[in-house]
């Protein structure tokens, strides 16, 4: 399994699927039914902002944040 975690989202882990969510999700409803604990284990990627890039990149360039509906 994959994970990755992002400092800016607000839910901490997220499972970076790669086909069998179906099976993952079955797999839960029924030890969240029968009362058991599943540990989960893989690798955790974690991403973060390059703070001193996105200082160069606005002394060079103008950034807009644009509505998804627009």
């Known amino acids: 399994m994959l994970f990755a975690e ?13 086909g069998g969510s179906h099976h993952f999700g079955a797999a839960r409803y029924q030890a969240c039914r ?25 002394q060079q360039w103008h950034l807009f944040a644009v509505p998804a509906d627009e």
């Open 6 to 18: 992002y400092p800016w989202a607000e839910r901490r882990l997220y499972w970076l699927n790669d």
């Open 34 to 58: 029968l009362g058991i604990a599943v540990p989960l284990t893989g690798r955790l990627c974690r991403y973060g902002v390059n703070v001193p890039m996105i200082s160069a990149i606005r």
